[in-house]
Nanobody, 121 residues
């Protein structure tokens, strides 16, 4: 019913920049919030940043001042610009969207397939 397709990521040296983006498609009435999580092997998936349709942002302290999240509500797209990357930012980045399929419907979590971000020292 709902698909999240991610793009971007890759390999960069420490101090560099990368961006990832995600587009949601399917039977969507509303998405709130939409954003990014990341996971390294052996650890729990953790919040990077999420953004509500109002523009309100939640983000991890570790990325504040370096990562910028943005959202295009009309196209159900969210992007993450990652600057001044550090080796500890290396992870698989997952797009997440809390989606209501109809007006008044419950919001349900959907995940993208993940995209690798690797930061070399």
């Amino acid at each position: 019913q709902v698909q999240l397709v991610e793009s971007g990521g890759g390999l960069v040296q420490a101090g560099g920049s990368l961006s990832v983006s995600c587009t949601a498609s399917g039977n969507i009435f509303s998405i709130n919030p939409m954003g990014w999580y990341r996971q390294v092997p052996g650890k729990q998936r953790e919040l990077v940043a999420t953004i509500f349709s109002s523009g309100r942002i939640n983000s991890a302290d570790s990325v504040k001042g370096r990562f910028v999240i943005s959202r295009d509500n009309a196209n159900n797209t969210v992007a993450l610009q990652m600057n001044n990357l550090k080796p500890e930012d290396t992870a698989v980045y997952y797009c997440n969207a809390a989606v209501a399929l109809y007006n008044g419907g419950a919001f349900r979590n959907y995940w993208g397939q993940g995209t690798q971000v690797t930061v070399s020292s």
